[in-house]
C-alpha cells in the first residue's frame, strides 16, 4: 500500500498545489479545507503524514497538534513564521514546522525523513511485541525426518504459496515458519505472528483484520490489522485449528480474493502478505467431522509441511540438547555426562523440543557451576525412568538369548546406529560390533 499524506489547509489554491506535488513523488494525498473535513477523512483514513495549517477557521491548530500528534506525525504550515510559534508547536508535538511558500525540494527531504521515521517507530513497537513470545528452538537436525522437512522448505520458499504446518506442540512449528520467511524473497521485513488459539473471536477480528472508528463500543479510533502490519512480509498464523467459523470464512477469502475488510468497514483493502498456519490439530480430521471448514482446509493443503515429533529424530536430540546447553551455558563450559545423553535419548519426548529445551535450562540452573551436566540434573526424567525392562519370551531363554533379543530391539528402535545403541546400553560401540558378529545380526536388516 501507497504511504498517505493528509493536507490540511484553507488555502485551496495552495492546498491543491501541495497535493499535487507530493503525489507526484508516489505517494496517495488527500486534501482537506477545514478540520471538520479532515475530521471526516480522519475516520475513514489512517495517514502516514498530516500538513496542518497553523490558521484553520474552525479549529484551534495548536491544540489539534497535542491532540493528534500522539497517533500522527505532524508538520504545521504557516505564513507568518516566528521562532516563538515555532518552538510551542514543537513542544506541542508537531515533527516540524515550514513557513509557506515550500520550496519542492526541502518539501521531498522533510517528508521521507518523517515517513521513515514513522516506519522505524513502528517497527520498533513491532519488535517490543514480537519479543514477547519464546520461541521452542531453531531447526537443528540432520535426521532423515529433519532432513525432509528441510527440502520442503527449499523447495516453497521462494514461492508465494500459502504453506500449512502441521506436527505436535513443541516440535518447532513457529521456526519452520521463520525459515520459510528468511528464504523467501519477503526477507526484508519481519514476520508477523499472530495466535489464533488465544484470542476470543472479535478480539481475533480485530487484531487480524483491523476495525474502523465506531465498530464496537471501546473503539474510539480507526485501527490498522495485523495484516496491513504483514504487507509485504508473511503473515504467521499458529493454532488455526481453534479459530471460529466466522472467522475462517474471512480467511479463506483473503486466501481466494487477496481483499479483506477491516471489522465494521465496508471498503475492500488489498492484502500483500503470504501466509504460513500451523496447527497441532488434524486438520483433515476436523474437516470431515464439520469442525473445520473444508473448502479452507482443501485451500491450506496444497502445499503441507509436517514437522516430525523428537521421538521420531532421535538422532537429532544430542545435536539439540548441546545447542540449548551452550545457550545457557552461563560462561562455563558445559558438557552432557554419557548417563546423561543415555538419559535424554531414552526418554519418548512428548512435550517434543520445546521440553528438552526447557529441561536442559533447567539442569544448566541446577548444576550451578559444575560444568558436568549429569543425569540427577533431569530430576523428571530420572523419576519417570522405569526400574527394569520387560523382555517376553515363550520359553525360559538363556543369558545368551536375552542378551542377543535386547542388543536386537535396541538397534532397531534406533535405525540401526551402533553408537547410540552402545549409548544406549553403556557398551563402548567396539563391543556393539563383536556382539553383532557374535549372534550374527545384521542390523541394517532389521529396520
Known sequence: MKKQVLIIDDDRVFNQLL????????????GAHNWQEASRILQEAE???IFLDLKLPDADTPKLVATLSGQFPIVVLTGYGTIRNAVSLIQAGAVEYLTKPVGLDELEIIIRRELDSAELRRRNAFYRRQLESRRPGPLIGNSPAMLEVLDLIEAVAPTDATVLIQGESGTGKEMVAQALHQSSVRNGREMVTVDGGTLQETLFESEVFGHERGAFTSADRQ??????????????????????????????RVLETNTFRRLGGTRALMADVRFVVASNRDLAEMSQSGSFRSDLYFR????????????????????????????FARGIERNLTADALKLLMAYDW???VRELRNLVERAVILAGRDGRIRAEHFGPLVARRPDSVSLAFDHEPSLAEIEKDYLRRTLLQYGGNRAKAALVLGISERNIYRLIRQYELDDRSEH
Open 19 to 30: 497535493v499535487d506535488q507530493i503525489a507526484d513523488m508516489g505517494l496517495d494525498t488527500i
Open 47 to 49: 495517514p502516514d503524514l
Open 223 to 252: 485501527k490498522k490489522g495485523l495484516i496491513e502490519e504483514a504487507e509485504g512480509s508473511t503473515l504467521f498464523l499458529d493454532e488455526i485449528g481453534e479459530t471460529s467459523p466466522a472467522i475462517q470464512a474471512k480467511l479463506l
Open 300 to 327: 491450506l493443503a496444497s502445499f503441507v509441511i509436517r514437522v516430525p515429533p523428537l521421538r521420531q529424530r532421535r538422532d537429532d536430540i544430542p545435536l539439540l540438547a548441546e545447542y540449548f546447553l551452550q545457550r
Open 350 to 352: 512428548p512435550g517434543n
